[in-house]
C-alpha cells in the first residue's frame, strides 16, 4: 500500500505537472467540486489547483482539486429563472395530441402523453 501512495505523492508537481497527492492525502485548503457544492461555493474561475490519484477500476483514477480561498459562493437562481424553468417543464408534461397537462413528463419515444398513445394501439 506505501508504495502505491509513494508513486502518487508529488506535492511539487515535478512528475505530474500540478501537486499531486494520494486518496485522502490532500492537505487542507483544498477542496473538489463536490465538496465545495456542499458548503454552498464554486470553483468561480480558478484553475485546477491540485489533483488526487488513486488505482481504481480501469486503471488510474483522478479527482481535481481547487483551492478554498479562491472559491466564490454559488450563483442562486432568480425568480425569472424559476418561472422560465417551471414553463419549460409544464410544456414537457403537456400532451400534444389531446393538450392535457400530464403529472409526468411525456415521453420522447412516444410523442404523446399515454393514454393516446394507448388509444392508437386499440384503434
Do not use: N
Not at 492525502?25 to 489533483?51: K, S
Not at 480501469?58 to 481535481?64: D, H
Not at 459562493?73 to 422560465?84: E, I, L, N, S, Y
Not at 408534461?93 to 393538450?99: I, K, L, S, V
Request: charged share 20%; proline share 8%; glycine share 10%.
Amino acid at each position: 500500500m506505501a508504495r502505491v501512495r509513494a508513486a502518487f505523492h508529488d506535492p511539487d508537481g515535478d512528475r505530474y505537472g500540478i501537486p499531486t497527492f494520494w486518496w485522502r492525502g490532500a492537505p487542507a485548503g483544498y477542496a473538489t467540486r463536490r465538496q465545495l457544492r456542499e458548503r454552498g461555493l464554486c470553483p468561480g474561475g480558478q484553475p485546477v489547483a491540485a489533483q488526487v490519484l488513486w488505482a481504481g477500476v480501469g486503471g488510474t483514477r483522478a479527482a481535481y482539486l481547487y483551492r478554498l480561498d479562491l472559491a466564490r459562493p454559488k450563483r442562486t437562481a432568480t425568480p425569472a429563472v424559476w418561472a422560465a424553468l417551471g414553463k419549460a417543464m409544464q410544456a414537457r408534461r403537456t400532451c400534444p395530441t389531446c393538450r392535457l397537462v400530464r403529472p409526468y413528463v411525456i415521453p420522447r419515444s412516444l410523442g404523446e402523453c399515454l393514454s393516446c398513445a394507448s388509444s392508437e394501439v386499440a384503434a
